[in-house]
């Protein structure tokens, strides 16, 4: 996996992501709602895409500067048709540095993608305000399950625990869990579903008609249909 793998597909997906991406609309919405600020607030948006976190956050607040950063530059016009204020920049986020500090920084399903967690955390925290709180999801370790015997694990999911570990040395908010299940008709409707959120950029490898054949028929099935599991962690860290 590369970062130019994951701008290809996430490019690639654009037009077709805000209809398949049930499982990151939902987490918007929850994680939005986990947030508590006074008002007006400054934010950066990390990993904007197209803009689920976005619509939402100015649908609950009174907004003085919003910056958004994402790898893909297609992201920009999403934002643009969502509000004036916006400030794009196209950019990978770990190379990116602000040029300031915000009450609220925010990501939704976007660092799974990092190379360093720990790394990318703790410089993030230096861009907060007194009393600024970042809030990220991030997918756990029983994420894409039904996957595993397909194709090896090419991201770090790490548990609960392992996050917490990661942000021990901050003051930690709130940090919970949950499992969001989609169903679907058949496994190839999951592979098309995978592809139209861009999470194919997970792997390159192109696969033959056998490994085709393979997922179709040992697929698992519950309860007459085909599960694809997501685990995301809500976290919200508050710079004291």
């Not at 360093?116 to 990220?136: R, V």
């Amino acid at each position: 996996m590369t970062k130019e793998l994951i701008k290809k597909r996430f490019s690639k997906s654009l037009y077709t992501y805000d209809e398949n991406a049930l499982a990151q609309k939902e987490m918007s919405k929850k994680l939005v709602s986990m947030v508590k600020h006074k008002e007006p607030i400054s934010v950066l948006e990390i990993g904007c895409g197209t803009g689920f976190v976005t619509k939402e956050v100015f649908n609950n607040y009174e907004i003085s500067k919003y910056d958004a950063v994402d790898l893909v530059q297609g992201c920009e016009k999403f934002l643009s048709d969502i509000s004036s204020k916006i400030n794009f920049y196209c950019a990978d986020i770990e190379n990116y540095t602000p040029q300031q500090k915000y009450d609220l920084i925010i990501s939704n399903a976007s660092m799974q993608w990092l190379d360093n967690l720990q790394k990318y955390i703790d410089n993030t925290m230096k861009y907060l305000k007194p009393n600024g709180i970042f809030a990220f999801t991030i997918f756990g370790d029983g994420n894409y399950k039904e996957m595993e015997q397909f194709i090896p694990k090419p991201l770090t999911y790490y548990s609960i625990d392992k996050i917490k570990d990661i942000c021990k040395k901050y003051n930690i908010e709130k940090i919970t869990q949950e499992t969001i299940k989609i169903e679907f008709k058949t496994p190839r409707d999951i592979l098309h579903h995978i592809q139209n959120t861009g999470v194919n950029a997970l792997n390159e490898t192109r696969w033959t008609k056998s490994d085709l054949t393979n997922f179709e028929n040992n697929y698992p099935k519950e309860n007459n249909t085909y599960q694809l599991t997501y685990n995301p962690i809500y976290v919200l860290i508050q710079n004291k």
